[in-house]
């Protein structure tokens, strides 16, 4: 059953901690994606990586740091230089065949990661 | 830059009734666009989506949306919501960044439904 799987579903750290949210996905997808998303404000773009040993940083990307060793894989890092890391956290993929095949852009979300850090 | 807007943050209807939840984007040439749901606590599920030709676009759930360029518009549209359609909905337009792409969001509009 092919899917993008996010662990923990809910994470409790300290303040000062740095803490590492897991993403996998077994759908052979190319691309994958990091956002946050906090009440009202839809979701934000954290880092994306287009293709293993590559990522790039999104709109919010302060604070955060991630790595693709393996295509099924992106975890993310919310370090401690992070000012404000409670909020839910989305991973997503895509196919990223956008040249040949529009529907590569189409992205697939796992079922989240709600930190809270006190 | 492309950018979306979703103007209405909730709306309410009665379960029965129809449903439209408005989206405008900005971006010269044809956008690609997409709706996604999300239930309380859970990841996005795409709806549907257009890329070119019919305007009308059918999706998931009886959700279909009509593609209008000169309103720069896709709105989202349900003939008779269900309890179930309650929800967080958000739109997407692809942004193009020189060799690569984002999806932008919208702020998303919370359906709620009365029994």
């Known amino acids: 059953d092919g899917g993008i799987t996010q662990s923990p579903k809910y994470l409790f750290r300290k303040e000062g901690q740095n803490v590492t949210l897991s993403c996998e ?20 773009l954290i880092y994306y990586s287009q293709i293993v040993n590559d990522f790039q940083k999104g709109d919010i990307a302060e604070g955060y740091s991630v790595s693709r060793e393996k295509k099924e894989s992106f975890p993310l890092t919310v370090t401690s230089a992070q000012k404000n890391p409670t909020a839910f956290y989305l991973c997503a993929s895509s196919p990223h065949d956008s040249h040949h095949n529009p529907s590569g852009y189409e992205q697939y979300f796992g079922p989240g990661t709600r930190l809270t850090v006190t | 830059a492309q950018s979306v807007t979703q103007p209405d943050i909730h709306i309410t209807v009665s379960e029965g009734a129809s449903l439209e939840l408005r989206c405008n984007y ?51 549209r349900k003939p008779s919501v269900h309890w179930s359609d309650a929800a967080e909905y958000f739109c997407a337009v692809v942004n ?17 439904v009365r029994p």
């Open chain 1, 25 to 44: 996905q077994n759908l052979n997808h190319d691309a994958m994606y990091w956002y946050r998303q906090d009440p009202g404000q839809g979701l934000r």
């Open chain 2, 96 to 112: 193009w960044m020189d060799s690569s792409y984002k999806l932008i969001f919208g702020s998303g509009t919370r359906l709620l």
């Open chain 2, 26 to 76: 900005s971006y010269g040439a044809t956008p690609y666009l997409f709706w996604y749901v999300q239930s309380p606590g859970q990841g996005l599920q795409l709806l549907l989506k257009y890329f070119s030709g019919d305007t009308l676009v059918q999706g998931i759930k009886g959700f279909e949306a009509e593609f209008k360029r000169s309103q720069s518009s896709f709105n989202l």
